[in-house]
């Protein structure tokens, strides 16, 4: 079985923004490897694997970092002149590697493809929402349940909000 890797570099810079008196940060560069993996049971007697595919389109994928260093840049008379006249000081280069650690229990939820005799779990293609994640098939239902109320809740909301404001509109303008 192999895993899955994540690696990220991203440089932070401090932006001056005259206007609103305060600095922001933005990531210009960020590069992400994936090493293919598959998914097998915890229990020796079963032998089938399933092999993952595209799991970065994954929803709910919950990876563990691994690695996490931070690179300082190296400043000197003319990049502060430079920065100063730009409005950007780079702070440095983030570097994480995040990754799917080999014995993690995983959940995945998706389209299952046979393909020679090779079970593969992919994104569907009825453009569904595809799942790897270390919750248990309940707690993802539960979650997504959750999600899904709280919509509903949220569009009652506005939904009411809206209507009656369309009645004060029809109630003042039509005197």
């Not at 970092?65 to 690179?71: G, I, L, M, W």
């Amino acid at each position: 079985m192999k895993i899955n890797v994540c690696c990220s570099f991203k440089q932070n810079i401090n932006k001056w923004d005259f206007l609103n008196r305060n600095s922001t940060e933005k990531i210009i560069h960020q590069r992400t490897n994936t090493v293919p993996f598959a998914l097998g049971s915890h229990d020796e007697a079963i032998a089938a694997t399933v092999r993952i595919i595209r799991p970065l389109d994954a929803a709910e994928l919950d990876l563990e970092t691994t690695y996490e260093n931070f690179h300082p840049s190296v400043q000197s008379l003319s990049n502060v002149i430079g920065h100063f006249i730009s409005g950007e000081r780079p702070k440095g280069i983030h570097e994480t590697e995040e990754m799917l650690r080999l014995g993690d229990s995983v959940t995945g939820v998706g389209e299952l493809v046979l393909d020679n005799s090779l079970i593969k779990l992919q994104p569907p293609k009825q453009g569904f929402r595809y799942f790897l994640t270390r919750l248990d098939y309940e707690s993802l239902l539960r979650k997504q349940g959750n999600s899904v109320r709280l919509w509903r809740i949220l569009t009652l909301v506005f939904g009411s909000v809206l209507f009656l404001f369309f009645c004060f509109l029809h109630i003042l303008f039509d005197k």
